[in-house]
């Protein structure tokens, strides 16, 4: 059994066949769902969906991408939103100078203000970087080592369609967090394979990230969490495992970081 540690189920691409995209997900294995909002309004949505189908969690949170609509009252909202009982993370949040939509003082800054929230919540964070992985390590860094009560024991967050390196990897680990992997590991040209093959599986989860990053050999089509079995399946390549073992792990890994009832 997996969990699609991220996918954007509430984009209008789903809204025709949504019932149709779970129910080839459940014949995949794929049996529960990590919803991550972007702002205030699609963090109602992700709810609703939370509340209309059974293994949807939801984050909340706003997108790096998602500045401009940003503000004190909105992250209120979020912040009364996070207390329902399917959320599980506050996300998702992070720092994008990709596309560098808004300053990145600002980003860094927002981005910080929403770990201060998740570590008043208790919940964990779901990190967005793009060109911007070393900046998001060291602020999560430094947050941990202000607020080492953060989450007492149990995972802090994810940064989820990881690009770092395994050095990069390796201090996320060490202060709490977790790495995910997306449809791009299926990619001929992919570098993350040999961060994989250094870090093993102890600390990383599986993403589709849809309707975004399709694997191999959707490629060019809408992706949808029944792919996830194709970048678990490329995994196991990769480490030389069963993919039962790459399924267990990320699986108790994702239970792990939202708190998810062990199935296992
Ligand atoms: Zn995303």
Known sequence: MYIDSHCHLFYEDFAADLPEVIARAH???VTRFVVPATNHVTAEQALKLAETYPGV???????????AEFSDER??????????????????????????????????EIFARQIVLAAEKDLPVIVHTRD??????????????????????????????????????????????LVSFPGPVT?????????????????????????????????????????IPLIASTIADVLNV????????????????FGLPQVH
């Open 27 to 29: 014949d995949a294995g």
């Open 57 to 67: 969690y939801v984050a909340v949170g706003f997108h790096p991408l998602d500045l």
């Open 75 to 108: 992250l209120a909202h979020i912040a009364k939103m996070a207390s329902h009982p399917n959320v599980v993370a506050i996300g998702e949040i992070g720092i994008d100078y990709f596309y560098d939509t808004s300053p990145r003082e600002y980003q860094r």
């Open 132 to 177: 911007s992985v070393q900046d998001a390590v060291d602020i999560v860094v430094r947050h941990v080592a202000e607020n080492p009560a953060w989450r007492g024991g149990r995972p802090r967050g994810v940064f989820h369609c990881f690009t770092g390196d395994a050095a990069q990897a390796r201090t996320l680990f060490d202060n709490g967090f």
């Open 187 to 227: 990619f001929k040209k992919a570098t993350m394979p040999e961060v994989i093959r250094q870090i093993g599986l102890d600390n990383i989860m599986v993403e589709t990230d849809a309707p975004f990053l399709t694997p191999v050999p959707h490629r060019g089509k809408r992706n949808e969490p029944s792919y």
């Open 242 to 257: 069963p993919v039962a073992e790459v399924a267990a792990a990320t699986t108790r890994n994702a239970e792990r970081l």
